[in-house]
C-alpha cells in the first residue's frame, strides 16, 4: 500500500513548518504554491522602501525542502477544493489527497471598497513592495521637478511631499517609520529644490491607540517612537474615502499622491 498523500497549500510559514514537521513520517507531501519562493514577510517593508532588494527575502522552496526526501514542489494556484471527492483544483489539473493542509494566508481588507485597492495598495507581496517603492520614490522625484520648473505650485509640492498610511497594525507603523527614516536621513542631501524632511508621513487608525491588538503599554511606546521620528498619528479617525487625490478622513479632505493600506485582513481566497 502506498503511503498516504498529505497536500499543503501555501509555501508560507505555516506550510513550512507543517511540511518540516512531517520529516520522517511515512507520508507523501506534496507542497504547492503559485509562487516557487517563500518569501520572509517580516522583512518586505524594507524591499518596499529600498533598504533591501527582492532577491534578499526570498527562496526559493525547492531548496528549502530539497534534504527532506518525502516532499514534492509543484508551482500551481488552488483554484477550489472539493472535499467530498478529497481533491483540490489547480489551473489545468487535479490532485487527489488523503490529507489536507490550507496555509495560504490573508489577503487586506478594504472593508466592501475593493476600488481603493488601486489607488491605496497594501504590501502583501514582492509585487506590492515593488510597486509601493516605485510609488514613493517618484513622489519625490515629482515633488523635485515640480519645485525646480513649477515652483510656484506650492500645494502641488506639499500633495507630493504628504505620505498617507492607513491602519497603525505593525505594517502601518513599520511603513510610517521606515519612510519618516527614509525622508529625515537617507535622502537628505540627494536633492536640490526640495527638502525630503519636510515630508509628512501620516498615520490614520479608527481604534483608539496604534497597535490596538498589543498590550497598551507596547502602543504607547510605538506612539513616543513615531511622534519623535516625525510621524503624525491620527487615532479614531476613520477614512471613508481614498481616492488619487488623498483621503477623506472624519469628513475632512486631506490631499497626498501616495496612500499605502494597512487596514485589516481577510483571508485568503482559497482559505474562505
Ligand atoms: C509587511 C509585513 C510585515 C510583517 N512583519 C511581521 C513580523 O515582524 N513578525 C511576525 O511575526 N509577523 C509579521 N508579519 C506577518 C507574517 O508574515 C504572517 O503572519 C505570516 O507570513 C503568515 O504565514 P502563513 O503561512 O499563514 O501565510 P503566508 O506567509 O502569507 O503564506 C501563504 C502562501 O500561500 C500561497 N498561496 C496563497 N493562495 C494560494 C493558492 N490559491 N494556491 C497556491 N498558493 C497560494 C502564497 O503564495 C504564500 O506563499 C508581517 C506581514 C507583512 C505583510
Redesign the pocket.
Known amino acids: 500500500m502506498s503511503a498516504p498523500r498529505v497536500v499543503i497549500?501555501?509555501?508560507?510559514?505555516?506550510?513550512?513548518f507543517a511540511t518540516r514537521a512531517l520529516a520522517g513520517v511515512a507520508v507523501n507531501v506534496v507542497l504547492?504554491?503559485?509562487?516557487n519562493y517563500?518569501?520572509f514577510?517580516?522583512m518586505?517593508?524594507q524591499v518596499a522602501t529600498g533598504l533591501l532588494s527582492a532577491d534578499e527575502i526570498a527562496v526559493p522552496l525547492r531548496s528549502i525542502v530539497s534534504r527532506q526526501r518525502n516532499v514534492e514542489v509543484l508551482q500551481?494556484?488552488?483554484?477550489a477544493i472539493d472535499s467530498a471527492q478529497r481533491r483540490i483544483r489547480l489551473k489545468q489539473h487535479q490532485l487527489p489527497y488523503d490529507f489536507l493542509i490550507l496555509?495560504?494566508?490573508?489577503q487586506y481588507n478594504y472593508f466592501g471598497h475593493d476600488d481603493w485597492r488601486r489607488v491605496a495598495p497594501g504590501?502583501?507581496s514582492l509585487d506590492d513592495a515593488d510597486l509601493i517603492r516605485g510609488k514613493v520614490l517618484t513622489a519625490f522625484e515629482r515633488a523635485e521637478e515640480t519645485a525646480a520648473l513649477d515652483h510656484a505650485n506650492s500645494e502641488e509640492i506639499q500633495r507630493l511631499l504628504t505620505f498617507v498610511l492607513v491602519g497603525a497594525g505593525?505594517?502601518g507603523i513599520?511603513m510610517a517609520s521606515t519612510l519618516a527614516e527614509m525622508s529625515r536621513l537617507a535622502l537628505t542631501h540627494d536633492f536640490r529644490h526640495i527638502d525630503p524632511r519636510s515630508a509628512r508621513i501620516l498615520l490614520y487608525e479608527a481604534a483608539p491607540r496604534v497597535l490596538p491588538t498589543f498590550p497598551e503599554v507596547l502602543s504607547a511606546k510605538a506612539l513616543r517612537h513615531l511622534e519623535n521620528l516625525g510621524v503624525k498619528v491620527y487615532t479614531n479617525t476613520r477614512v471613508t474615502g481614498v481616492d488619487e487625490g488623498g483621503i477623506v478622513a472624519d469628513g475632512k479632505r486631506v490631499p497626498a499622491r501616495t496612500v499605502l493600506w494597512g487596514a485589516g485582513v481577510l483571508a485568503?481566497?482559497?482559505g474562505r
Open positions: 497549500v501555501g509555501g508560507g510559514f505555516g506550510g513550512l504547492i504554491d503559485k509562487r517563500h518569501l514577510r517580516p518586505l517593508y500551481d494556484e488552488v483554484t496555509a495560504t494566508g490573508i504590501l502583501e505593525t505594517v513599520e485568503s481566497p482559497a
